[in-house]
């Protein structure tokens, strides 16, 4: 069974082998309270999911350590096992989703895991793995649903409230719930005045479905660029868990978690992977029923593909109003170009990129478009140019 002594023991225990994150004040990220955020991005692995498997690992028999043990991730479990098992001496097989990001495949086997890649998402993977489990004798750790992988999380609620003593919330990203479920034991039993809310992907809302309906659900399909809590079904100690101790869970969109990503680069100079940003999403499109309070934000993660986070930015951009396309319908004639470069210069925008269509879609034969990306200050700054362009005599097409 879970307990407070097993969280306080596994405190103990991974002194040598995980690190105390920071909590730091992020003032900019919510103007309704004060936001705090606990970076376990900047953990060992880059992930929490160190904690969890590290005190899991710890307390396998000699004769479990003989036989080795075996996972399943998409990426940040993987990784937390791997560093685990290479402590402890002993032999790690991870069965990652074979579209899992290929940093995370080399960082896992960097740690000295064997990894076998298995077609299909994280389920598929971890079906794979019970089987070799079976069929090799090897000790299954499970990356959610399990006392010891649970305590190890609870230690970041431990981390936290021993750091900041008047904290009102704590808002925590939710995949299969182990992390949640460490965290809200803790703060509940300690301080139970404290709220503890769940944030999930929209594409992924399988803890968020499973709570509201009072029961396990499975969903059929996930899709998130939050690959890391991209998970169909909540594990039952999980639920269980949450069910009793999570005060409310939501879920954010892609956008949302997109311009969360992109605010704490340049709000933090800080790299958080989409699971690891969807705290800071739901606390940015105020989905946190608070205001004036202390909130704590759990970073869960950074190791975002680099490839991933290219397209976030310039998704992240876009939402925020960072950047804006136009198309404007011109007269093929010269100096409107000129005109519109003149509007666009004096109201501060950068222009980025400039494309020239001649009539081929417009009715009017001496038509032609003009489509522009700029680099904006936000959404007040583009309507502002939009309004300029319009009064000049310039149609805008949508």
Same mark, same amino acid.
């Given at each position: 069974?879970?307990?407070?002594?097993?969280?306080?023991?596994?405190?103990?225990?991974?002194?040598?082998?995980?690190? /105390?994150?920071?909590?730091?004040?992020?003032?900019?990220?919510?103007?309704?309270?004060?936001?705090?955020?606990?970076?376990?991005?900047?953990?060992?692995?880059?992930?929490?999911?160190?904690?969890?498997?590290?005190?899991?690992?710890?307390?396998?028999?000699?004769?479990?350590?003989?036989?080795?043990?075996?996972?399943?991730?998409?990426?940040?479990?993987?990784?937390?096992?791997?560093?685990?098992?290479?402590?402890?001496?002993?032999?790690?097989?991870?069965?990652?989703?074979?579209?899992?990001?290929?940093?995370?495949?080399?960082?896992?086997?960097?740690?000295?895991?064997?990894?076998?890649?298995?077609?299909?998402?994280?389920?598929?993977?971890?079906?794979?793995?019970?089987?070799?489990?079976?069929?090799?004798?090897?000790?299954?750790?499970?990356?959610?649903?399990?006392?010891?992988?649970?305590?190890?999380?609870?230690?970041?609620?431990?981390?936290?409230?021993?750091? $900041?003593?008047?904290?009102?919330?704590?808002?925590?990203?939710?995949?299969?719930?182990?992390?949640?479920?460490?965290?809200?034991?803790?703060?509940?039993?300690?301080?139970?005045?404290?709220?503890?809310?769940?944030?999930?992907?929209?594409?992924?809302?399988?803890?968020?479905?499973?709570?509201?309906?009072?029961?396990?659900?499975?969903?059929?399909?996930?899709?998130?660029?939050?690959?890391?809590?991209?998970?169909?079904?909540?594990?039952?100690?999980?639920?269980?868990?949450?069910?009793?101790?999570?005060?409310?869970?939501?879920?954010?969109?892609?956008? /949302?978690?997109?311009?969360?990503?992109?605010?704490?680069?340049?709000?933090?100079? $800080?790299?958080?992977?989409?699971?690891?940003?969807?705290?800071?999403?739901?606390? $940015?499109?105020?989905?946190?029923? $608070?205001?004036?309070?202390?909130?704590?934000?759990?970073?869960?993660?950074?190791?975002?593909?680099?490839?991933?986070?290219?397209?976030?930015? /310039?998704?992240?951009?876009?939402?925020?109003?960072?950047?804006?396309?136009?198309?404007? /319908?011109?007269?093929?004639?010269?100096?409107?170009?000129?005109?519109?470069?003149?509007?666009?210069?004096?109201?501060?925008?950068?222009?980025?990129?400039?494309?020239?269509?001649?009539?081929?879609?417009?009715?009017?034969?001496?038509?032609?478009?003009?489509?522009?990306?700029?680099?904006?200050?936000?959404?007040?700054?583009?309507?502002?140019?939009?309004?300029?362009?319009?009064?000049?005599?310039?149609?805008?097409?949508?």
């Amino acid at each position: 069974m879970l307990t407070l002594d097993k969280v306080y023991h596994a405190a103990f225990v991974l002194k040598d082998v995980v690190r /105390e994150t920071s909590l730091i004040p992020s003032p900019k990220i919510s103007k309704k309270n004060n936001v705090f955020l606990k970076t376990e991005n900047l953990q060992v692995t880059g992930s929490f999911k160190v904690r969890g498997a590290g005190y899991m690992i710890s307390q396998l028999t000699d004769e479990e350590k003989a036989r080795g043990v075996i996972a399943c991730s998409a990426g940040n479990h993987a990784q937390g096992v791997a560093l685990a098992s290479q402590k402890y001496g002993i032999k790690s097989i991870i069965c990652l989703p074979d579209g899992a990001p290929i940093s995370k495949v080399e960082a896992t086997k960097s740690y000295g895991a064997e990894v076998v890649m298995v077609k299909g998402v994280y389920d598929d993977a971890y079906k794979h793995a019970l089987k070799l489990r079976d069929e090799m004798g090897y000790t299954f750790v499970h990356p959610f649903d399990d006392d010891n992988v649970i305590a190890g999380q609870g230690t970041i609620g431990l981390e936290i409230l021993n750091e $900041m003593k008047n904290i009102d919330a704590v808002v925590v990203p939710i995949g299969g719930g182990g992390l949640i479920s460490g965290i809200a034991y803790v703060v509940k039993h300690l301080n139970p005045n404290v709220k503890v809310y769940g944030v999930q992907a929209a594409g992924a809302p399988s803890m968020f479905n499973s709570v509201k309906d009072g029961k396990i659900e499975r969903l059929k399909s996930v899709s998130t660029i939050a690959d890391g809590i991209a998970v169909k079904e909540p594990g039952a100690n999980t639920f269980e868990l949450c069910s009793k101790y999570v005060d409310e869970i939501f879920t954010v969109t892609e956008d /949302e978690i997109s311009s969360a990503i992109l605010a704490l680069i340049e709000q933090h100079k $800080m790299i958080a992977e989409g699971a690891g940003a969807v705290s800071v999403a739901a606390v $940015m499109a105020d989905k946190i029923p $608070m205001e004036g309070k202390n909130v704590v934000c759990v970073i869960s993660g950074g190791n975002i593909d680099v490839t991933i986070l290219s397209r976030v930015i /310039e998704r992240g951009l876009l939402n925020s109003g960072r950047t804006c396309n136009l198309c404007i /319908e011109l007269m093929d004639k010269p100096g409107q170009l000129q005109t519109v470069s003149t509007i666009i210069a004096a109201l501060g925008a950068n222009v980025i990129s400039v494309h020239h269509e001649r009539a081929s879609e417009t009715a009017d034969i001496n038509g032609c478009f003009l489509r522009l990306v700029l680099e904006t200050r936000n959404y007040e700054h583009i309507e502002k140019i939009r309004g300029a362009l319009v009064e000049e005599g310039f149609r805008l097409v949508d």
